[in-house]
């Protein structure tokens, strides 16, 4: 008689089904990536006939006009890419209490004022927990229906029933479908309730919110097949105790990747802010050294950050390096490039000797940047640092910087510059051959260079 249950091990990143266990998946290359699930064999999928199923010519297929839902958050619009596609399936990952529950309420609130029918299904809170929260935000209407359970096949019996335009599961950790053994929020079960969510977001034509739970190591927990299952994939970032949040679109089919969004948290929930570069720099000294201005591109939008540096002399041996929001790896090779900066006229050397120095970059703001084009910024933060030399308070300065000291072109210059104008910068210094891309500029100058030496002499004017 052949058994009814079987044990099989699964990958949790990649989701891949072996027979045994091993310390390396043999599929990703994972290590101590393998769990043990026991799978019921009897239960059988039925086959599908394929009688009457047949191909369709691409030329045969009508082109629609996509059809968005606004949010009527402009912020979340951004991220989506301009709004909520009917039957579109969006995974919402974060920390624990960074605000993942408090945003999708508020879109229900506001998504509900626009007469649009919205189902809360919770699986971690009480009907008058979410009420607390409601009661917060605002004023809601009878337009959003709260459900709180967790077996699958009873959500998808009311929500064929009920056929709610939006419908957004809180979280898919705790969902669990009867046909699959093994606990709620094992590998076998988020990818099998994943799946039984997308039919309902394809066949029924509902917009579907997943709201995923995260590890420590910063991803969506489960399986990594249901990053790639789903349309959309939204983290959203930001320390619980500070008041900024930032929600990043990492996957779109809809629209661009790696967009933002900014939000603060106050009493009655999540703020819009609209002006990020102002908050970004508000509160930031003048012309104090290790202190510059440039601009990063998140997606389609200029973001004007501030690099601070501490160049500072160590008794130790071995010299400390420290970066925050930024990769540490660049800052070590731009400190390499400052040791051997040349100066291409005169044809001889003129590095700074940074190898006995402490050195400390951090990004103000809370932003993590891993744009190469923030580059020079770094450098000509570190070096106003050693040399004690201010930075004019109107300048900004951007490019990427490679080994030889050279300064090379970066994408949107003209982006990044008309939006320092906008904040009344009245300096730019940029890479050499982005300059024929910025003519037509007026109320900036616009400064010119090939490399860091000539970086640090247009600083030092």
Request: charged share 25%; net charge neutral; glycine share 8%.
């Amino acid at each position: 008689m052949a058994k009814k249950n079987v044990s099989v091990f699964f990958c949790q990143e990649c989701g891949n089904e072996t027979s045994k266990w091993s310390g390396q998946c043999p599929a990703c290359g994972a290590w101590n990536s393998l769990v043990e699930e026991i799978v019921d064999k009897s239960k059988a999928k039925a086959r599908a006939k394929v009688a009457d199923v047949a191909p369709t010519k691409l030329i045969d297929v009508a082109a629609s006009n996509e059809h968005r839902i606004s949010t009527n958050i402009e912020e979340f619009d951004r991220v989506l890419g301009g709004g909520i596609v009917p039957g579109s399936m969006v995974l919402v990952g974060g920390d624990p209490g960074i605000g993942k529950s408090t945003l999708l309420l508020q879109t229900c609130r506001l998504l509900c004022q626009s007469g649009v029918n919205v189902m809360y299904v919770s699986g971690e809170e009480s009907l008058q927990q979410i009420k607390i929260r409601a009661d917060r935000i605002g004023q809601f209407n009878d337009k959003l229906d709260l459900f709180c359970e967790t077996n699958l096949d009873t959500i998808k019996a009311v929500v064929e029933r009920e056929k709610p335009t939006v419908l957004i599961i809180d979280s898919i950790q705790t969902m669990y479908n009867e046909a699959v053994g093994s606990a709620p929020g094992s590998v076998t079960q988020v990818r099998e309730s994943t799946s039984v969510l997308m039919e309902i977001a394809k066949v029924q034509g509902i917009a579907v919110f997943i709201v995923g739970h995260v590890t420590k190591e910063g991803t969506v927990a489960g399986p990594r097949v249901l990053e790639h299952m789903v349309d959309t994939v939204l983290y959203f970032e930001g320390d619980r105790h500070a008041s900024y949040r930032i929600l990043r679109g990492v996957k779109n089919r809809f629209g661009s990747t790696n967009e933002i969004g900014v939000f603060e948290m106050r009493d009655t929930g999540l703020a819009e802010v609209k002006n990020p570069s102002a908050v970004m720099l508000d509160g930031r000294p003048e012309n104090a050294e290790g202190s510059i201005v440039t601009c990063a591109m998140e997606g389609t939008r200029p973001i004007l950050v501030e690099i601070q540096s501490l160049v500072s002399k160590t008794a130790f041996e071995i010299p400390r390096r420290m970066a925050t929001g930024c990769d540490y790896n660049r800052v070590n090779l731009l400190v390499a490039v400052l040791e051997r900066m040349r100066d291409a006229k005169a044809n001889k050397a003129c590095g700074v000797f940074l190898g006995r120095s402490d050195i400390y970059v951090n990004i103000a703001g809370g932003m993590r940047i891993n744009e190469p084009a923030i580059d020079l910024a770094i450098a000509m933060a570190i070096y106003s640092s050693e040399k004690d030399i201010p930075i004019d308070a109107g300048t900004i300065v951007f490019g990427e910087i490679g080994l030889s000291g050279e300064v090379r072109s970066v994408s949107m210059a003209e982006q990044r510059v008309r939006e320092a104008e906008k904040l009344g910068f009245k300096k730019a210094i940029v890479p050499y051959s982005n300059l024929a891309s910025l003519k037509n500029l007026s109320g900036i100058e616009v400064v010119g260079v090939a490399n860091v030496k000539e970086a640090v002499d247009a600083i030092s004017r």
